[in-house]
């Protein structure tokens, strides 16, 4: 029982032993530096119910607590404040408890409870993942991870988006300029050969509409007519006939694409338990318009077009339908949620890891799968986040201005190198073991960079910034990780975890580390309940500062005497376990050595 649950139990029994009044609950803040104690209890909510003078209530409350509690051997007030201050042994008791736990404050999911469905990444298959995906699958991937540590049972998913306009656009660019070229002809990764011919198709666009406006055409005519889009649109309706030809060019460029992708996963360390195509879930969404139309939920408009009123909702009409008869994005998503469940019975709610820029996309999605009747439709959550910029200013994946995933994983591992060697750390490695360990720092400064920063916010990632050994990066973390590993090999006390240590003085250094480390499991909790890996990174580098100025200011291997070695040996191994466990929420490795 962590020590705010225990401290509550004693300090409701307190009130009510005085006072004869019944509290729902007590609420608590971390002591202030300037005064002793461990943790603050908070008078002033119970003047509501107690009636008195904060300072003798809490004078009151603290005696209760020294006469009857186990673990509280001392206090003081502080006007309304009641700070705790808590025996050695109860640190001592709860440390014994944990620390051969290799998988403490991680929870297995309950088999009893409905499962959630994250999606991440969802790419188009006309292009290669950039640094938006990277933030998109990294949130993603880590929010899945928590809830799963949280007790959650979890199915990692996408959605990827391999029809419409877009792709024909690469398919056609491909087919007038492409030369029957290939990933294994031009040596290119799939997805970055079909990337090429989406800018190509961008770049003949403009050219077209120069030309026309030239001859007389306004730029909104020359914008609907330039024949090259005319030429696509065509595609995209042979392709939704079923036109053999346009199928199999289909077929051929998204399977580059997707073996491209793979690699992309690969290398950036995330997966999939299940993948939707948007080819195969828009007809089910049209089927669902169909009986939205008969139940009322949607109506049909003059010109055959469906729409869903959602003015009484305080939003707007929101077309699900064209008057073609073709799906929009949210008639693919009307039929991709509805597939899920019908796959997954199990699934009671779903997270979108979708960027801020759908917020109100998903507003409407979530509230017409209420409207079609579906009681799963109230856990569905939109994982909400802000864009990633560069200092060099936005990108456009039509003009090929993108930053490429792929490349900046590989420019994040070159960085690490260059800074690494600077510092002159890795004496004494091999040159594999070097470009390995390349890799875990310069993954290790991406993902902490980014997923440090609430998702909600936007931020500016600048790659040398992030490959910092020190201050509130993952390689400082990393760092300190290493440097237990380092302690634990020099200390070689195998059997370690299994002594008890009792009879210790704690010093404040080791009792702070302890309080830091208790946090843990609430931390999860609190990161799942919030769809918030910021929480966790921030955590664990709070962690990693408390170990440092442990380790500046008490001797571990040069204890006083082995009980007290032992102890503080057993105490950076739990510390070391939890910095793993947490980072391995974050989806990011930790090294041996460094």
């Not at 705790?84 to 109860?90: A, R």
């Not at 992309?264 to 299940?274: H, I, R």
């Not at 408009?301 to 008057?323: F, N, Y």
């Not at 910034?465 to 634990?488: H, V």
Request: hydrophobic share 35%.
């Amino acid at each position: 029982m962590s020590l705010q649950k225990s401290l509550t139990i004693d300090v409701k029994q307190a009130v009510k032993s005085n006072y004869n009044v019944q509290l729902e609950s007590i609420e608590f803040q971390a002591t202030r530096k300037e005064f002793a104690g461990d943790i603050t209890v908070v008078v002033f909510p119970m003047l509501r119910f107690v009636k008195g003078n904060p300072a003798q209530i809490g004078e009151t409350i603290g005696n209760f607590l020294v006469e009857n509690s186990e673990y509280v051997k001392g206090f003081n007030v502080v006007k309304g404040f009641l700070n705790v201050i808590i025996s050695d042994s109860y640190y001592i008791d709860f440390f014994n408890g944990i620390k051969g736990d290799n998988t403490y404050g991680l929870q297995e999911p309950n088999k009893n409870d409905k499962a959630i469905m994250v999606e991440y990444s969802s790419p188009n298959t006309n292009k290669p993942l950039h640094l938006g995906h990277i933030r998109n699958n990294l949130l993603g991937y880590s929010v899945a991870e928590i809830l799963k540590a949280s007790g959650k049972k979890v199915y990692k998913t996408q959605i990827i988006n391999d029809r419409g306009i877009h792709i024909c656009k690469s398919m056609l660019a491909w087919k007038l300029f492409g030369n029957s070229e290939t990933p294994e002809s031009t040596g290119l990764k799939g997805d970055k050969l079909v990337g090429n011919y989406y800018v190509k198709f961008d770049q003949e666009y403009k050219k077209e509409i120069q030309d026309l406006v030239a001859n007389g055409s306004s730029e909104e005519d020359a914008k609907k007519n330039a024949p090259i889009l005319i030429e696509a649109q065509n595609m995209l309706r042979k392709w939704e006939a079923g036109n053999k030809e346009t199928v199999a060019l289909w077929e051929k460029m998204n399977g580059w694409v997707y073996d491209g992708f793979d690699i992309s996963y690969k290398n950036l360390g995330v997966d999939f338990d299940v993948l939707y195509y948007e080819s195969n879930t828009y007809l089910l969404g049209k089927e669902f318009v169909a009986e939205g139309l008969k139940s009322g939920v949607f109506q049909k408009e003059e010109d055959g077009s469906v729409w869903c009123d959602l003015t009484d909702e305080g939003l707007d009409k929101k077309i699900v339908q064209r008057a073609d008869g073709t799906a929009v994005y949210m008639t693919q998503d009307i039929g991709t949620a509805i597939q899920r469940i019908k796959d997954f019975p199990d699934v009671g709610g779903m997270v979108y890891t979708v960027g801020n820029e759908q917020d109100y996309h998903f507003q409407v999605l979530f509230l017409i799968l209420k409207k079609l009747g579906f009681d799963w439709a109230k856990n569905l959550y939109h994982l909400s986040y802000g864009m990633v910029d560069l200092p060099s200013g936005k990108m456009k994946s039509r003009e090929g201005t993108v930053v490429d995933a792929d490349d900046l994983i590989d420019d994040m591992a070159k960085t690490a190198e260059e800074i690494s060697e600077e510092l002159g750390k890795l004496d004494g490695y091999s040159e594999e073991e070097k470009q390995e360990l390349y890799k875990i720092i310069g993954l290790g400064a991406l993902k902490y960079y980014i997923l440090k920063v609430d998702p909600k916010k936007r931020i500016l990632f600048d790659p040398k910034e992030s490959i910092d050994f020190q201050g509130n990066t993952g390689p400082f973390i990393q760092y300190t990780y290493a440097r237990i590993q380092s302690i634990l090999r020099k200390a070689n006390l195998s059997n370690a975890d299994s002594l008890n240590v009792s009879e210790v003085s704690l010093h404040a250094k080791e009792r702070e580390l302890i309080k830091q480390i208790q946090l843990f499991p609430e931390v999860v909790q609190n990161a799942a309940d919030n769809h918030s890996p910021a929480l966790i990174a921030n955590y664990t580098y709070d962690l990693v500062k408390e170990f440092n100025s442990f380790y500046q200011n008490v001797s571990i291997l040069g204890a006083d005497s082995e009980t007290e070695k032992v102890f503080r040996v057993q105490l950076s191994n739990t510390v070391a376990n939890t910095i793993k466990n947490s980072f391995g929420l974050l989806g990011i490795q930790v090294p041996e050595r460094m």
